[in-house]
């Protein structure tokens, strides 16, 4: 079945993604696709809406990312989001300059005129999140104000009679109070949409899509236990069934017990299934490196040179494929964005890959929409609602070099935390919570007597898709307890410290 469906323009903007999300929300299918995508290419995928994104340019320069006009004579309703509005304006002939009087960044009180489809279910003001400098002091002809703020006179504009929109704030962000709705009301009374998208939907077209590009080939997915992959199992074999073979890389840096633990829960599925036992070769890989990025990278390749090999024994595999989701790609540095962490499936993958494709059907979702997923394919609760656990494992939460001696302390560190996490029935609260081993000595004093041992920091956090996150607020009497046991039942820990770090400026991840 063909569905309903919205493009997003894609400008360079930060949250371009979250648009394509939000849209789903309302259950309207969307995809992202760059601006330089040929107009032909446009009408042939006959949108019912268009929107623009963001973006860190200014129309009136030379070097900015243009469109031409024809993209506003298709009869398709369009939205400009912050640059996206600022462009629509100037190419259909208003103007746009820079004022820092005008400019405006955070959370801005702004006045709606309720007459614009966008607004017409909304308190007559409200919160808005802008982040600008450039605004339009000239309308293009047909246009006209249809919200304004305290410094900026055109937060928004409208062409009713054309269906083109423009938004100087964000409305896919959640500090835009009532964003949401804006967005809604353009998809449903502006596009026309009636919302015939959802998870099911998805499953669907993904299963039907993977069937005939796989063909009657076999494929190979790199299943961690985690919940990226075991929904792309769960979808993989729905789709191939047992052309499908899972390989789980028991790689040495995963958590007390979890090797057998991710053995048991998959020998019971009808799927095929391999573990491989390769902690040998990783440790062999990263002795004496100590350096985050170098270390990511040499587990990304290790991970691939290990699939290769399994594949070889089963015979000819075009397809790889791995659970990669969008937060992965986008810190990994996608597109103009900056390279936070190379994520071991994304930007730790070596350039050379022995397989004919590489195959994601996950790389679009947010972490929350994976687990929607999972629920629709009927997974159990205890894998849709498992705390992520990153492919390098403890090997990126010890800090520095990587000893297999380490890794025994990590692993028992981390196992009382989480034990005493789940006894305090938080596990679902916290949505990441593990243990880091700093590899910085201090002093102690146990039975009288002087230590020189590592320092263990604890780490939880609230969030929903993993790109921003809060630290847990864990109670005192608990993080006491569980200070307490592993001081005392873990050697070499003579000091645990709790990490209270936002990310944003921190990452989750300590390397
Ligand atoms: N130990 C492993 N063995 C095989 N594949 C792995 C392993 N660890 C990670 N991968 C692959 O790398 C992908 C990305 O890892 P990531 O940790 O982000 O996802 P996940 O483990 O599936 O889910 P979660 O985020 O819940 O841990 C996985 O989806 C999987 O394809
Ligand atoms: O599979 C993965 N491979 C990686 O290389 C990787 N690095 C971070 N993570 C997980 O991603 C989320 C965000 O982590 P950061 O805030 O540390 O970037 C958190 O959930 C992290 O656990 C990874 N997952
Ligand atoms: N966030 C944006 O899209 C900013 C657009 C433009 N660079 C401005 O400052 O107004
Ligand atoms: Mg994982």
Redesign the pocket.
Known sequence: MKHQFVLVLDFGGQYNQLIARRVRECNVYCEVKSYQTPIEEIRALNPDGIIFTGGPNSVYLEESPRIGKEIFELGVPVLGICYGCQLMAHVLGGTVTSANATSEYGKTKTYFDKACALFRKLPDSGITWMSHTDYINELPEGFSVTAHTDSCPTAAIADPVRKLYGLQFHPEVLHTENGLDMLRSFLYEVCGCTGDWNMGNYAQTAINEIREKVGDGKVLLALSGGVDSSVLAALLSKAVGKQLTCIFVDHGFMRKNEGDEVEAAFRDWDVNFVRVNAADRFFARLDGVEEPEAK?KIIGEEFIRVFEAEAKKIGTVDYFAQGTIY??VI?SGAGDAAV??S???VG?LPDYVDFKEIIEPLRLLFKDETRRLGMELGLPDYLVWRQ?F???GLA?RIIGQITPEKVAILQDADYIFREEIALAGLDRDIH?YFAVLTSMRSVGVMGDGRTYDYTLALRGVTTTD?MTADFARIPYDLLAKVSSRIVNEVKHINRVVYDVTT?PPA???WE
């Open positions: 990511r937060p992965d810190e936070i962490k994520h071991h499936n730790g992520p990153p492919g390098p990126i990441q993993f990310k990452t989750i991840e």
